[in-house]
């Protein structure tokens, strides 16, 4: 795939005032079923696997960069069986609509700081606004916990077929269980490369490797340089805050 050097990286972050609004916009407008079903059904009401239709059969969802791509791609590689997932919105109104119409749901959680961090880097903005979009996300989805299966991104990605058994149980599902090996791992991450070939082409420039669905090492040290940036003391509400939902909706 090749590297981009950690310099390179350094000097091609900076903080765009036009991304946060944009990121703003698109986290608010998303936690409100109201405002997002009716705009995303006529922009995207088309597209397979993205939206909760009648049809669907498990949503797996989570705030952006949790993991959903390995999920999704993990849980329908080892059904025997035509099954539809919907995925990938990002969206805490999905969730929230799922929940509603009792469609069995997957919700991944990752570390706010973590999240934090993939998304500063991911959309070129700084870590208030994505303290708050994750911060809302998880408050507006809290009140559905009884009705949803919450699974942290370290759960997925250390043993996600124990997810899908869990998923069974607490919906009465019978999906198949995805055999959690070094060989089917290794499977899953080409068909994610393939995945990311499809969406963002070729190339080691800054933009791609931002929006790439993998690590690569060139972007955990970028996200390691703005580590620092959390630690504000302008951030202490909102990191008190994103903790304690952390907790309640892991139960950790």
């Known amino acids: 795939m090749g590297t981009i050097e950690n310099s390179q990286w350094n000097q091609s972050f900076?903080?765009?005032?036009?991304?946060e609004w944009k990121y703003r916009l698109i986290y608010w407008f998303n936690a409100y079923p109201l405002l997002f079903l009716p705009v995303t059904h006529l922009l995207y009401g088309n597209t397979p696997s993205y939206l909760v239709a009648p049809d669907t059969d498990l949503v797996i969802e989570g705030f952006g960069r949790a993991g959903s791509t390995f999920?999704?791609?993990?849980?329908?590689?080892?059904?025997?069986?035509?099954?539809?997932?919907?995925h990938h919105t990002h969206a805490a109104a999905q969730i929230l609509l799922a929940a509603q119409r009792k469609i069995p749901?997957?919700?991944?959680?990752?570390?706010?700081?973590?999240?934090?961090?993939?998304?500063?880097?991911?959309h070129n903005i700084g870590p208030r606004p994505a303290y708050v979009a994750w911060n809302?996300?998880?408050?507006?989805?809290?009140k559905y916990q009884d009705k949803i299966l919450v699974a942290t991104f370290e759960q997925v990605?250390?043993?996600f077929g124990d997810i899908i058994r869990r998923i069974n149980e607490k919906f009465d599902t019978d999906f198949a269980i995805w055999a959690h090996t070094p060989q089917n791992q290794a499977?899953?991450?080409?068909?994610?490369?393939?995945?990311?070939?499809?969406?963002?082409?070729?190339?080691?420039?800054?933009?791609r490797i931002r929006s790439?669905?993998?690590?690569?090492?060139?972007r955990e040290a970028l996200k390691n340089h703005l580590r620092r940036q959390l630690e504000s003391p302008q951030l202490a509400r909102l990191r008190e805050e994103a903790a304690g939902l952390y907790r309640q909706i892991t139960k950790r």
Do not use: C, W, Y
């Open 14 to 19: 900076q903080v765009s005032r036009a991304s």
């Open 71 to 86: 999920a999704n791609f993990a849980f329908l590689s080892a059904q025997t069986r035509p099954v539809n997932t919907a």
């Open 105 to 122: 749901t997957l919700v991944i959680v990752r570390k706010p700081e973590d999240s934090v961090l993939s998304h500063m880097v991911r």
């Open 136 to 142: 809302r996300f998880h408050r507006r989805i809290l």
């Open 157 to 159: 990605l250390d043993n």
């Open 187 to 207: 499977a899953i991450f080409e068909q994610i490369k393939a995945r990311n070939h499809g969406l963002f082409g070729d190339g080691v420039t800054p933009a």
């Open 212 to 218: 790439l669905s993998i690590p690569v090492p060139s």
